[in-house]
């Protein structure tokens, strides 16, 4: 059965300040592993997924198989970047999230 | 145009009522999802349905039931409702790019 976590809950930064939101996984077979964003008020998105490896709004991912790793990552951070943040794995049918985490970007 | 909707978002209810969430997706996908989120934000899936057909169900009790009369439509219906049930449900649906669009939610509130 795939797993994902996140460690932290919540992530406090300053704007202006990197940003990395840690995700883990555990799968056999090969994972396709995405991120997915909730703004206040507003439904769940597609951020970013492992095999385009393309940045969107400034966030990058990078799928690190030795580590089981994809964390996410933005070297300055902005206050509209507030939100929670899930990181999904998709596996066997179906797409499983990690616990998230809430972002908020402090002035 | 919406492509997930689901109604009604909001629904408060009794212990041991029955109630309904209706999803319906206008992207033509073929491949529906419900999903629970509990009150600690933890987003799990509850069924799958591709072209109406189950798909997945994680060992949801059997007092949830989906029905999906068409590809484009995925119900959920819930008999005798527990404290435990309160929770956010999020219809989903996907096509061939794995990307899943989400409704807005329905947020159940049992007393």
């Known amino acids: 059965a795939q797993r994902v976590t996140q460690p932290e809950k919540l992530l406090s930064v300053f704007k202006g300040a990197p940003v990395e939101l840690k995700c883990n996984y555990s799968?056999?077979?090969?994972?396709?592993l995405f991120w997915y964003v909730q703004y206040s008020r507003q439904r769940l998105q597609l951020l970013l997924r492992?095999?385009s490896r393309e940045s969107i709004k400034g966030f990058t991912a990078d799928l690190n198989k030795g580590e089981t790793s994809f964390h996410l990552k933005k070297p300055f951070a902005q206050e509209e970047d507030s939100a929670m943040y899930y990181c999904?794995?998709?596996?066997?049918?179906?797409?499983?999230f990690g616990q998230g985490t809430r972002l908020t970007i402090n002035p | 145009d919406t492509a997930v909707s689901q109604t009604p978002k909001y629904l408060v209810t009794q212990m041991g009522n029955d109630k309904s969430i209706k999803c319906e997706q206008n992207?033509?996908?073929?491949?529906m999802y419900w999903y629970k989120q509990d009150s600690k934000k933890f987003l799990k899936i509850m069924f799958s349905?591709?072209?109406?057909?189950?798909?997945i169900n994680e060992t949801v009790p059997n007092r949830f039931s989906p029905k999906s009369p068409d590809k484009a439509h995925l119900n959920l219906h819930i008999n005798s409702l527990e404290l435990g049930d309160s929770a956010v449900y999020f219809c989903?649906?996907?096509?061939?790019?794995?990307?899943?669009?989400f409704g807005e939610g329905s947020r159940l509130t049992v007393l």
């Open positions: 799968y056999s077979g090969s994972p396709e």
């Open positions: 999904a794995l998709y596996g066997a049918q179906k797409l499983v």
């Open positions: 349905y591709n072209n109406k057909e189950l798909i």
């Open positions: 492992h095999i």
């Open positions: 989903a649906s996907s096509g061939y790019t794995g990307e899943l669009f």
């Open positions: 992207l033509g996908h073929d491949t």
